[in-house]
């Protein structure tokens, strides 16, 4: 496929905001359907944002996490699940771009190919000739419907009986996808169950999970290319945390919308602009999104500049990369919180924004990865002097 000019930043942020009435107008039937609507896929795809991290050589734009994080905000303030997806998708396609040449020209061969997947080890894999066959299910899987390939993470049994996880890449036609995304947030996201049932994966498209992890990338193509060289953590710490700085400034925005009408009832207050308390709510929870904003571009700006210059990351890096995505997630929901305390009884009407975005701020906050208590006391850790107590840096 012949390059093409790939748009700046600005232009790709101009992009997502074009996009944000689409999403607002489906947000209630994403809510209800527990995925993306064909027209947000549709509105998504037309401008581009499923190429953000696609090589350039399929037609990608290969942006760095600076502009995953502005798309993601964007995208964010018309609707938390579609920029979850979105911000997703940057990361597991970022995967595949790991993966030897041959593979990704395979990837690839479909125009805006989506990839989702994992890296949760939550089925097994048996070596046969050629390759593997894998058993097991994988949840959470954040865009399932919507691809044509799911990266998975399995484990294979040694000769000695030591556990040898593997990253691979699996056509989602060769899985079964279960509907159970029941969800009190996130709702859109149609985050589902993906099963696989003797299911072959060539040797090819198999790396160790453990090289992977040190930044043993496969792709000679690849490896002149700023962005793929970082390691995976903080790639996909940068690569989500735009979501909830988004989230931050939709709060904001819908408050704020509804405010000057609104009363404050069983006061005198006849419109809550005019209350000092609303003041105070409304001052500190712009600043509590000001700097969800700050952690999370200061971590998309280390994992920009790191790259750029090929420098090896230290695990004091790594676990301030996970520190300032735990510090977003933080400041953001404590943004959201406060505002939707301040919204009153009317905003539990499932048409008032502040709802749908605090169950989604709280739905991101509990994420394993994303989750701010276990970031804290990873980063509290090496401060201490002690090592890490987790592979996943």
Known sequence: MAMIQAPTRDQLVRRAADVVPVLQANAAWTEENRRLSPETIEAMTDAGLFRMRTPVRYGGYESDTQTLVQVASELARGDGSAAWIAAVLTITTWMAGLFPDEVQDEVFATPDARVCGTISPSAMAARVEGGVVVNGKWG????????????????????????????????????????????SGLRGTGSITTIAQDVFIPAERILPLGAVLTEQYASKENASSAIFRSPLLPVASASSVGVVAGMARAGMEAFMRRMPDRGITYTAYTSQREAPLTHLQVGEASLLADEAGFHAMRLAATVDAKGAAGESWTVAERVAARADLGAAVDLAKRSIDLLATASGGSSIFSDVPIQRITRDVNAVSLHALMHPDTNFELHGRILCGLEPNTYYL
């Not at 954040?142 to 040898?164: K, N, R, Y």
């Open 140 to 183: 959470f899987i954040s865009g399932a419907w919507h691809s044509q390939w799911q990266v998975v993470v399995a484990v294979v049994l040694s000769d000695d009986g030591a556990p040898e996880p593997i990253l691979a890449l699996v056509p989602i036609s060769d899985l079964q996808l279960i509907d159970d995304w029941h969800t």
